[in-house]
């Protein structure tokens, strides 16, 4: 039944129109497709206009299969961008046909990384054996003072294009060549966050050294922080580095990295949509957020910052029928164990290194060019006089 002379829904009414559960109701909602209002002012109880439900149902198609609408929008000719890395499906996603979330505690970051960039967990003994070359190494000791009061993400800024200038390797942009590139990338940055701590046992392992080195339980979940992150198909920043890679600007691995480390992700609006919940490609929530607070209650389940980041879970569920995203899990993380400031950017640019250079290598063996159109929206012609 239709409610009040304007036409609103109960949240149940839209779901059954639409013909999908609450969960993805809610999840329309926080993306801005379906506009929410609270019902005679109370905040638990919320009507849904008609005319926004029978629009969405009228171009349900298009969001249901997002690749028609993007049909050749990335490129003349081809109707999608092809990636044989990362594949999400409502409620999970996967790295080359291997679950994710499984990966997160079954897996080393190397492991993952090895399996991102070249299709096999193996070649992870062959990327990470081999040593820096010793003239980076000795511009990175020079730099390392000059890092001290800086964030880990304005340390990564700082130091990854000054190391570049030693390795002359990063031109090389045959695949392996890149993967053997990403791997120097992934344990100088690991090394950076850790405030110069030596690489000896692994890159979790390296990060939880510098940052809490009295707390090994840590570690496990460091790497199932960074795993989580590592890749999340083509948002801004992997088009981004994938745009880099085709434009060959600049032609050197490490340069696009430094580029993409000013980027970041993009923070959200402001609005009924809370930072840290709602995720766009998960309508029955975000998988990564999820588990990784899983994780962190399980091994500090009396810890302030994880019975805080339980009660705004419940609240905002409750609320705006929203689940935390990655984000809010990196947060959490972050304060659970008491990491410096800036942290939780960190562990994310660190974790999504990975997936860029994945992206890289990709661009790189495409041989295809990434041509955006524009759909013109100004005035018409002017005729002649």
Aim: with cysteine; net charge neutral; proline share 6%.
């Amino acid at each position: 039944m239709f409610m009040g002379k304007n036409r609103y829904l109960t949240a149940q009414e839209a779901a059954t129109e639409l013909g999908i559960s609450l969960d993805t109701l809610y999840a329309y909602v926080s993306r801005g497709l379906i506009r929410s209002e609270a019902s005679d002012g109370q905040k638990r109880s919320r009507w849904y206009p008609l005319e926004d439900v029978q629009r969405l149902k009228k171009h349900k198609g298009e969001y249901r299969h997002p690749d028609k609408v993007a049909a050749g929008a990335m490129q003349a000719g081809t109707a999608v961008m092809e990636s044989a890395i990362t594949m999400i499906t409502d409620d999970r996603f996967y790295y080359r046909g291997h679950d994710a979330l499984t990966l997160a505690t079954t897996h080393s970051v190397e492991q993952v990384a090895a399996l991102i960039w070249t299709g096999d967990f193996s070649a992870e003994q062959s990327l990470f054996s081999r040593t820096s070359p010793e003239s980076m190494l000795a511009r990175y000791h020079k730099i390392c003072p000059y890092l001290a009061g800086l964030t880990p993400l304005e340390a990564f800024q700082v130091c990854l294009p000054l190391v570049a200038l030693d390795d002359i390797a990063a031109y090389d942009l045959r695949p392996e060549a890149v993967a053997q590139t990403g791997a120097r990338i992934l344990q100088l940055l690991a090394r950076v966050a850790a405030g110069g701590q030596h690489i000896t046992q692994g890159i979790a392992q390296t990060v939880q050294q510098g940052w809490v080195p009295h707390d090994e339980p840590a570690t496990a979940l460091l790497a199932a922080a960074l795993i989580l992150c590592a890749d999340q198909e083509l948002n801004v920043t992997t088009f981004t580095a994938r745009f880099l890679r085709e434009t060959d600007a600049p032609a050197n691995v490490r340069s696009s990295m430094t580029s993409l480390l000013k980027r970041g992700e993009p923070i959200p609006g402001f609005g009924e949509v809370v930072p840290g919940f709602g995720a766009v490609f998960y309508p029955v929530g975000d998988p990564r957020g999820k588990l990784l607070l899983e994780l962190t209650a399980q091994v500090y389940p009396h810890s302030p910052a994880v019975l805080l980041a339980q009660r705004i879970t419940e609240e905002t569920n409750d609320l705006l029928g929203e689940r935390p995203t990655i984000f809010f899990g990196l947060v959490t993380l972050a304060r659970a164990l008491n990491l410096p400031p800036g942290g939780a950017i960190a562990l994310f640019a660190l974790g999504r290194t990975i997936g860029w250079i994945g992206h890289g290598i990709e661009q790189y063996q495409a041989n295809q060019v990434i041509r955006p159109r524009a759909r013109y929206i100004g005035p018409p012609p002017l005729e002649k006089v």
